[in-house]
T-cell receptor, first 111, second 113 residues
């Protein structure tokens, strides 16, 4: 079983729509959480870290639910430039800082 | 701001050949990570180094080895290449003591024929 599970999508949404992605993790010792975005054939780029209190960065909001072991990402007012694959990432206590990636969720924003 | 540098960006090799990938972390970052991303897959952790010492080991094949040098750059050495080694190889770096966010280089695309 993978450490991190994501719905691969694809999600096809019109510009201006709100879209939400969820991610679940299996190890209760998971300690750090991130959302990265990856454009085709490019490197993953940090979108935001995820904290228990939730955090917001412009149109993006991330939430962490430790009890249910899931992480969410909400994108409001989608732009064409938001089209990418969104990767959920966790680290696990006592396994160093290696990243465990979800399979990614593909988003296409349509004009 | 300076980012992670990887070289070469593209590499074509034949089966059973060797390859060396290089990574130059962000200045002052003390930890380097290597990941392998096959077609249509998520990145898989291979190995990491902290202050020039191996700190963590993932799914790195025995045919591969890596090290970090005194200037903090790292090299991934791959021998007896197989067709299945064709992938994107990312290097990432982080600074211990911050929330240890990893910043990824542009990757080396390896094709084994």
């Amino acid at each position: 079983r993978k450490e991190v599970e994501q719905d691969p999508g694809p999600f096809n949404v019109p510009e201006g729509a709100t879209v939400a992605f969820n991610c679940t993790y299996s190890n209760s010792a998971s300690q750090s959480f991130f959302w990265y975005r990856q454009d085709c054939r490019k490197e993953p780029k940090l979108l935001m870290s995820v904290y228990s209190s939730g955090n917001e960065d412009g149109r993006f909001t991330a939430q962490l639910n430790r009890a249910s072991q899931y992480i969410s990402l909400l994108i409001r007012d989608s732009k064409l430039s938001d089209s990418a694959t969104y990767l959920c990432v966790v680290t696990v206590l006592l396994t160093g800082n290696q990243f465990y990636f979800g399979t990614g969720t593909s988003l296409t924003v349509i004009p | 701001a300076a980012g992670v540098i990887q070289s070469p960006r593209h590499l074509i090799k034949e089966k059973r050949e060797t390859a060396t990938l290089k990574c130059y972390p962000i200045p002052r970052h003390d930890t380097v990570y290597w990941y392998q991303q096959g077609p249509g897959q998520d990145p898989q952790f291979l190995i990491s180094f902290y202050e020039k010492m191996q700190s963590d080991k993932g799914s790195i094949p025995d045919r591969f080895s890596a090290q970090q040098f005194s200037d903090y750059h790292s090299e991934l050495n791959m021998s007896s290449l197989e067709l299945g080694d064709s992938a994107l190889y990312f290097c990432a770096s982080s600074l211990t003591g911050t929330e240890e966010t990893q910043y990824f280089g542009p990757g080396t695309r390896l094709l084994v024929l």
